[in-house]
Nanobody, 117 residues
Framework: QVQLVESGGGSVQAGASLRLSCAST????????TGWYRQTPGKPREPVAS??????IYAASVKGRFTVSENNARTAVYLEMNDLKPEDTAVYYC????????????WGPGTQVTVSP
């Protein structure tokens, strides 16, 4: 199973930017889909952005403001978040979903993003 660790969360005011990073334990993330999810208390975890063979996919609520990318070595995934809004406040999780359904989906421990008005 892939080990993932997120970083880059914090507390900012509305309109600010943050860049989240997700590093794998040196494993190249090529045989699956990598993505970002977020969760607020009492609500299910929701997809934010993902990278797959067809390119990036974004939730409607973040399209045009967030950008997902990966490093050249394909061992890290990033989420550039611009024009942050209070409704973006959540714990953000990195995810790796292998193409092989026999393998486990991996999640990082999450990083808190808080956006104040």
């Amino acid at each position: 199973q892939v080990q993932l660790v997120e970083s880059g969360g914090g507390s900012v005011q509305a309109g600010a930017s943050l860049r989240l990073s997700c590093a794998s334990t040196g494993r190249i993330l090529t045989d699956g889909t990598t993505g970002w999810y977020r969760q607020t208390p009492g609500k299910p975890r929701e997809p934010v952005a993902s990278l797959s063979t067809g390119g990036p996919i974004y939730a409607a609520s973040v399209k045009g403001r967030f950008t997902v990318s990966e490093n050249n070595a394909r061992t890290a995934v990033y989420l550039e978040m611009n024009d942050l809004k209070p409704e973006d406040t959540a714990v953000y999780y990195c995810n790796f979903n292998p193409f092989d359904s026999q393998k486990s989906v991996s999640w990082g421990p999450g990083t808190q993003v808080t956006v104040s008005p």
